[in-house]
């Protein structure tokens, strides 16, 4: 119980000018849950990518269980019992379920896929873990939290001495969260399994793990006994100052005709059903909402993304039905989506690049792009967003994720704009990250925009807005104001109603 | 206009050949035989380009040519007039220009030293007079025609077709493009077998189709159909001696002895014909002997 | 919307189908057991080839193989040229080892090398060209096939060419690979999520040069083939064949952006191509019309299969 | 080329100047490389350099060069153009026809009318009709081969050209050949359309991501049918010059050899350093991508190379290129 399961040696690497990690040594004991913990861009991912054998280390070394470890691939480290589940989404949208928990371990009989044993074998693990899903059902009929679900099937499928889990309940609900615990807490327990686990959430830290091991810009801060500290002290190690408080303090909207006046915005096709709200000048306004509540269908109504709804929406007194997205823009809306590499970002272009093209018009003159001008405001928001690394030219694929969000939010900061609609504006992004952005939010707030933040966390939304509406099977079922917050009035009025 | 050229009475010249594409034997055939003839020559370097059947880079290469400082060049082409911007500069360069297996018409103009070639039309329509004979005026016809765009394909339909003018009872029941290959033509021939029950011979535009065509007759099990070629290739003259599908083809002339004698005699600052139209023979069993060289590169 | 995608699924077999009624009603001739078989037995070549090209485009990744034709080509020669010595096994073996080492190449060029598929398998094609037009001095070789070679193309079986019997089991060995072993799974896997198959413990790089290997080996035996039919090499008789290939494979619907696609629509697509030239040869159309035709046909099918989600926006 | 002139005000000069280096390594490479080739010719064969040889190389070259930058076009889009080669033949037809029957700028006017019609229904084919680009441009592809075929019964067709339109193809000014210098201002043009326009950001985006260009507000759709409409005009250009230096035309297939040219663009704008999926290349990686093929060339021609033996230098020579730059990629 007591011996090492893994010791990290000086481990060291770099990516291009970036250093991930830098000489960090730490060990981790045998059946115990350790936990990783750091901002974004700490190192996280990069450590225990190359525990995976995704990424091989540029100096130091790694023992597992006593003997050297270096994986050339993930094959190599998973016949070694190393099984991750990656902060990505890992899965195989057109195979089936089965397919997807057993890739690369399929039953056979000869070269032959045994089609029946792998559907029995996935309907027990499945059944074992307590997951309400037909093996036989094609991935992508899966909502991303249910294939997130298999995904820690097929890790657990593996029957690993070490499991680690990189973020994983970034996308689940309360429910599924839970299966995921206890399945976590199962392995451990009965059968013995070493954990690693990575998570933006202190709670779980508390919750689930024995040891925790802090990272700070790729160097190893701290390892604790989980039960010697607290979250302030570790929130302190991770940022390395003190934290102030954690959201802005947030000045009454102005009062006044409201910008934006949704009302009996439908399509019943899309999960809209008659929802209806107003949203001041210079007012947050906080929308939760459960998994097809219609939140996105929402977003799209008012972005331009699609188009056919019934009701109306009135933008400054002035009717609003954006047919594009470009259509949206013009009128003055702007939208930092859900999927910041799928809709926000160019990932293989260049800081300079990404900012400017939330506004081409404003840096071209004569039909030339004026570069000069688009430097200068790139440069404004890296100083202003405090994005690393600090330098136009580098490319966005290369960023932490809180970065990256930070470019998808600056990329609108080229242009004058009215509402603006955030989507999970943190998913994902570490606590100074988070605290950044909910500060560009209120100055954006204070300026008179209005503000759509559409989040499934309650608590960010408590913190950060003046009211929040809730949306449960595309109506608005609640408004509630700041002064009447409280976690349990918000999730009950978000869950599903009954038909009419 | 006229055109002065430069020789070299004596020393070492080069020789340049460029040819438009090498993708089929016959081509082929033509730049070895270059090669053998040259090399048999003292003093005489050989240069060969091949355009790979694209007239641009065929007008590129006749430019490096020019640049290289060629004594003569020989140039054959299946790009009808595209190419004729190439041989004037040829001309203006004041190198001799020789044409070899390529249609050029004689009143085109072209500034030729000598046009050394077999005349395209006449054997298509030697191709017809043989099969009208042979047919008694009476018959079906099929056509396998090489591929569709490139002169010489062009040319012997224009002559064949022409002289059934005069032959209403002699009717092509099928017109199909074979691609100067063998197994586009067999594939094709089947599948008009398939449409036609009626077939009295079939011409094809060159050996490599006749070939073919006569894989796909053999296939369906017809011997009451005669095939009539072009080339004279060895392999062909072996069919013609050993079974009766393949009646006659006409030996393409694919040496290249006469249109270097010709340029060599150009460089050196002699008299040479204009135009040198070569005699090519009909081939069937009953001559097969006078023409079958097994040593022969094509 | 579930009809609608099934029905899109089907599509290419509904294409043919009605083809196939418009080509029998245009022609007494086509719909004859003959014409049938022969218009089978030519497509044996291209049957192969198009087999190892479904695996390399499912495979994804921009996954491609322009060298097919080219490589074709090679094999053929070589075989031509050594048959006597080898013999039937041993032209059987050189002929798949011609091919595998060209796929070797462009798996290496695709996963080591970094290129594009599309880009390094052109530049490799020409450079097997150009070793095969070498190698053979451009022209066609003619030396004596061992009859056993021949046979392979020469018999029938109750009255069957071999080829016509070749394309059914090429069909039948390409739906087994895809559907029925771990290795077809896992090039629709690879197809949909590169990253994720390698995560999940497979040596993607490994399964892609192996794939390329296979498509190559599949060309090699129908050079062999082309070899057999014709009783000589013919360097060039693989040229161009990669895009009628390619060509047929995308109109029965395998995605160019892998993962996507199965073997009979790549089967059905041959086939549609196939019935379009045959009935043109036999209404005698003039060859002017092929080109004109098969782009047609291209675009078309490619219209009707077209998926409201593509990688392209919704945009209009 | 575009990042060239970093405001000193953003950057200090220094790390300025090792950053266009940096960007721009593998341009500098393909150039470097152009660079022994040319001393290389020039030692095998003093002809090589001479004015006639260079006119000759210089001249050629302009026929790639201009349809290979509608190839990037595509390419940079996230598209592909297969039926470059086809619209460049079209035009030749279509100029020879009209040549003798309308007056210079009126053939000149319809011949980039056609071009611009093919663009755009490949381009509406691949935004309306939603098909990759691959399957659209390769059925225009074989059908406009098809057509000029139709219209000419497969004959090459010739006209008396007047002598301002040959003048276009054949004629030079201080030396230079016509074609030469209209390449010239196209590379010109398309570097400023590309690199310095808002245009070329738009570009950019629908190519890197297509749907946060959307996202963004930039109209996608119009992008991509923009592309398609200029690089077929690209090709049409080149045609109309082409039959200016030919005045005649002769229809080719497939069959009949006519597959180069669209594969040779785009081999020459990957050598370039442009990416098929898109987002990645530049106009000066295309033009020196586009030389280094025609340079070669002339130098394996010159040097007196078996034809079959070029083909195979000309493609290890590329092949090595492709992969000493993707192996250089890597590492960075
Ligand atoms: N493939 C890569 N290429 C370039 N840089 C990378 C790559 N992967 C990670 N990095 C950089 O390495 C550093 C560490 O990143 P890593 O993903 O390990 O952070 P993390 O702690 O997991 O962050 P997060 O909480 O956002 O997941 C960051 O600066 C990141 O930008
Ligand atoms: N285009 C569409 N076609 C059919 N159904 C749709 C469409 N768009 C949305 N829906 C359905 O409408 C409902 C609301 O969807 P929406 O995506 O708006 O929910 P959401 O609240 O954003 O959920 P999540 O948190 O999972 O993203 C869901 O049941 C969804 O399946
Ligand atoms: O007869 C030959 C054919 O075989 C083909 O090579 C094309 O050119 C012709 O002259
Ligand atoms: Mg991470
Ligand atoms: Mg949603």
């Known amino acids: 119980m007591m011996s090492t399961a893994i010791e990290l040696q000086a481990l060291t690497k770099r990516f291009g000018i970036t250093k991930a990690l830098s000489d960090v040594s730490f060990s981790i004991r045998q059946g115990s849950v350790h936990a990783l913990v750091g901002e974004n861009g700490a190192g996280k ?42 902060q990505e989404s890992q899965q195989v949208s057109n195979l089936s379920v089965a397919e997807n928990i057993y890739l690369g371990m399929e039953p056979r009989i000869g070269p032959f896929l045994d089609w029946s044993r792998l559907m029995k074998q996935a309907g027990d693990l499945l059944g074992r873990l307590g997951i309400e899903i037909e093996p036989g059902r094609p991935m992508a009929t899966l909502s991303p939290s249910e294939a997130k679900l298999i995904e820690m099937g097929r890790a657990v499928s593996r029957n690993a001495k070490v499991l680690i889990m990189d973020e994983p309940t970034a996308n689940l609900n309360q429910a599924e969260q839970q299966i995921l615990f206890r399945v976590l807490k199962q392995l451990n327990e009965k059968e013995g399994v070493t954990v690693i686990y ?18 700070r810009d790729g160097q190893h801060v701290a390892t604790l006994d989980v039960a010697d500290t607290e979250t302030d002290g570790l929130v302190r190690l991770m940022i390395g100052r003190q934290m102030e408080a954690y959201f802005p303090t947030i000045a009454a909207p102005a009062q006044g005709e409201p910008r934006l006046v949704v009302s009996d915005l439908a399509h019943p096709a899309r999960g809209l059903d008659g929802a209806s709200f107003e949203v001041a000048r210079g007012e947050i306004f906080g929308i939760y909402g459960l998994a097809d509540s219609g939140r996105t269908a929402l977003t799209n109504a008012l972005f331009g993304i699609q188009t056919g709804f019934a009701g109306a929406v009135r933008l400054d007194g002035a009717p609003f039905a954006p047919t594009s997205p470009t259509a949206a823009i013009e009128a003055g809306v702007i939208l930092v989506p859900e999927d910041r590499k799928l809709q926000g970002l160019m990932l293989d272009l260049d800081l300079l690049h990404n900012f400017s093209v939330g506004n081409l018009g404003r840096f071209v003159s004569n039909g030339l792009f004026e570069k000069k001008t688009a430097l200068e405001a790139a440069n404004t928001h890296i100083q202003r967003l405090r994005v690393k690394p600090n330098n136009a030219y580098a490319l966005v694929k290369g960023l932490s994720g809180g970065n990256q969000q930070k470019v998808a939010i600056g990329k609108w900061l080229n242009r004058d704009f009215r509402l603006a609609i955030f989507q999970e504006p943190t998913r994902g992004i570490d606590v100074s990250a988070k605290m950044e952005v909910y500060e560009v939010i209120k100055s954006l707030s204070e300026a008179g925009v209005a503000i759509l933040v559409l989040s499934s966390e309650v608590l960010e939304l408590m913190g950060l807005c003046h009211r929040v509406g809730v949306l449960s099977g595309g109506r608005m079922t609640a408004t509630i104001e700041r002064a009447d917050f409280s976690e349990h009035a918000i999730v009950s009025a978000a869950l599903p109603r009954r038909r009419a | 206009q006229t055109y002065q050229y430069n020789t070299v009475p004596e020393g070492d010249i080069t020789l340049c050949f460029s040819q438009v594409v090498m993708n089929h034997p016959f081509r082929v055939a033509m730049v070895e035989s270059f090669e053998q003839v040259v090399a048999g020559m003292e003093g005489v370097t050989g240069v060969v380009t091949d355009a790979q059947g694209d007239a641009t880079r065929e007008i590129a290469n006749i430019e490096s040519l020019i640049a290289r400082g060629c004594n003569a060049i020989i140039v054959s082409s299946l790009s009808g007039r595209a190419i004729y911007p190439a041989y004037r500069e040829v001309a203006d360069a004041g190198i001799p220009l020789i044409i070899a297996a390529s249609g050029v018409p004689e009143e085109e103009g072209i500034p030729y030293v000598s046009f050394v070639s077999t005349e395209e039309v006449s054997m298509g329509e030697r191709a017809f007079d043989y099969i009208a004979a042979r047919l008694g005026g009476e018959g079906n016809i099929v056509q396998l025609q090489g591929v569709p765009e490139s002169t010489n394909s062009i040319l012997r339909r224009e002559g064949f077709n022409a002289q059934a003018q005069y032959w209403p009872n002699i009717v092509t029941v099928a017109d199909q493009s074979g691609q100067w290959l063998r197994l586009p033509a067999r594939q ?22 006749a070939l073919g065509a006569i894989q796909a007759l053999e296939d369906a099990g017809r011997t009451d159909v005669f095939v009539v070629g072009m080339d004279g290739q060895k392999e062909s003259l072996e069919v013609i001696q050993s079974g009766d599908l393949f009646a006659m083809t006409i030996a393409n002339e694919w040496r290249m002895d006469t249109a270097i004698e010709t340029a060599v005699a150009a460089v050196r600052g002699e008299a040479v014909p204009q135009r040198v139209v070569l005699r090519v023979p009909m081939i069937t069993d009953d001559n097969i002997d006078a023409h079958y060289d097994p040593e022969a590169v094509f | 919307m579930n009809g609608l995608s099934t029905l899109r699924n089907n599509l290419p077999i509904l294409i043919l189908a009605a083809l196939v009624v418009v080509a029998s009603l245009l022609s007494p001739s086509f719909l004859t057991w003959n014409n049938i078989i022969n218009l089978v037995q030519y497509n044996a070549e291209l049957a192969l080839v198009c087999l190892g090209l479904t695996l390399v485009i499912i495979s994804g990744n921009g996954g491609i193989d322009l060298s097919v034709g080219a490589t074709l080509g090679l094999s053929g020669v070589v075989v031509a040229m050594y048959g006597e010595f080898l013999g039937l096994p041993g032209s059987l073996i050189v002929a798949l080892a011609v091919g595998a080492l060209v796929g070797l190449a462009n798996g290496l060029a695709v996963t080591k090398g970094k290129l594009e598929p599309f880009i390094a398998t052109f530049i490799l094609a020409s450079i097997v060209t150009a070793i095969t037009l070498l190698f053979t001095g451009g022209g066609p070789v003619l030396r004596s096939i061992p009859d056993a070679v021949e046979a392979i193309a020469g018999i029938r079986l109750s009255g069957i060419p071999l080829p016509a019997i070749y394309f059914v089991l090429t069909f039948l060995v390409g739906v087994v690979i895809l559907r029925m072993t771990p290795y077809g799974r896992h090039l629709y896997a690879m197809g949909a999520s590169s990253e994720t198959v390698r995560f999940a413990g497979i040596r993607t790089d490994r399964l892609r040069i192996a794939t390329y290997m296979l498509c190559g080996a599949l060309a090699g035996l129908a050079g062999l083939l082309t070899t057999a039919r014709l009783g000589m090499g013919e360097p060039r008789s693989g040229i161009g064949m990669e895009l009628t290939a ?29 019935v379009v030239l045959n009935l043109m040869n036999i209404l005698n159309l003039s060859a002017f019309y092929q080109p004109i035709a098969q782009g047609s046909i291209v675009i078309l099918a490619g219209l009707l299969l077209s998926r409201r989600k593509s990688m392209f926006l919704k945009v209009a | 080329m575009h990042e060239v002139d970093v405001p000193p005000a953003a950057t200090k000069s220094a790390g300025s100047l090792r950053r266009v280096v940096s960007a721009h390594t593998e341009e500098f490479l393909l150039a470097g490389v152009i660079v022994a080739l040319i001393a290389v010719g020039g030692f095998l064969s003093p002809v090589f350099l001479s004015q006639y040889n ?27 153009d297969l039926s470059i080669g086809a619209v460049i033949r079209l035009a030749q037809m279509v100029s020879i026809l009209l040549v003798e029957r309308v007056p210079l700028p009126v053939a000149f006017l319809l011949v980039m009318a056609c071009g611009a019609a093919v663009g755009l229904v490949n381009g509406l084919l691949v935004v309306k009709g939603r098909l990759e680009p691959f399957i659209v441009t390769l059925g225009t592809w074989t059908i406009l081969d098809g057509l000029s075929l139709l219209v000419t019964g497969g004959r090459g067709i010739a006209a008396n050209v007047p002598d301002a339109f040959a003048y276009l193809g054949r004629g030079t000014v201080v030396g230079i050949p016509v074609p030469t210098l209209i390449a010239a201002l196209v590379v010109i043009i398309m570097s400023v359309v590309i690199h310095r326009s808002s245009f070329g950001r738009q570009l950019f985006s629908v190519g890197s991501n297509d749907l946060a260009a959307h996202y963004a507000g930039i109209k996608v759709a119009r992008v991509r049918v923009t592309v398609f409409m200029l690089a077929s005009s690209l090709a049409a250009l080149t045609g109309f010059i082409m039959a200016a230096r030919t005045g005649a035309f002769q229809p080719t297939t497939i069959s009949s050899g006519g597959a180069g040219t669209e594969l040779a663009t785009i081999a020459a704008v990957v050598v370039g350093g442009a990416r098929l999926s898109g987002g990645r290349g530049t106009v000066i990686g295309a033009l020196l991508g586009a030389t280094l093929t025609g340079v070669l060339f002339s130098i394996l021609v010159l040097a007196g190379i078996d034809p079959y033996v070029q083909s195979l230098i000309l493609g290890l020579i590329i092949l090595g290129a492709l992969l000493l730059s993707a192996s250089r990629r890597s590492k960075s």
């Open chain 1, 45 to 86: 991912s990069s450590l225990i990518k190359i525990l995976s054998g995704v990424h091989q280390p540029d100096g130091g070394a790694v023992r597992l269980f006593g003997q050297d470890f270096a994986p050339k691939d993930s094959a190599a480290a998973q016949l070694s019992g190393v099984s991750t589940m990656f």
């Open chain 1, 198 to 215: 990575i998570s933006h959430h202190m709670q779980e830290v508390f919750d689930l793990c024995d040891h925790v091991t802090v990272l």
């Open chain 2, 188 to 209: 094709v021939m089947a599948n008009i077998l398939q449409a036609n029950s009626d077939i009295d011979a079939v011409f094809a535009y060159n050996d490599e189709m």
């Open chain 3, 246 to 274: 390619i060509s047929a494979v995308v109109v029965g619907g395998v995605s160019l952006y892998g993962g996507r696609g199965t073997m009979t629509g790549a089967f059905v697509g041959i086939l549609i191509f196939a």
């Open chain 4, 54 to 80: 260079i006119t000759s190389v210089a001249r050629q070259v302009s026929f790639d060069v201009m349809p290979a930058l509608g190839q990037l076009l595509a390419v940079l889009a996230a598209g592909i």
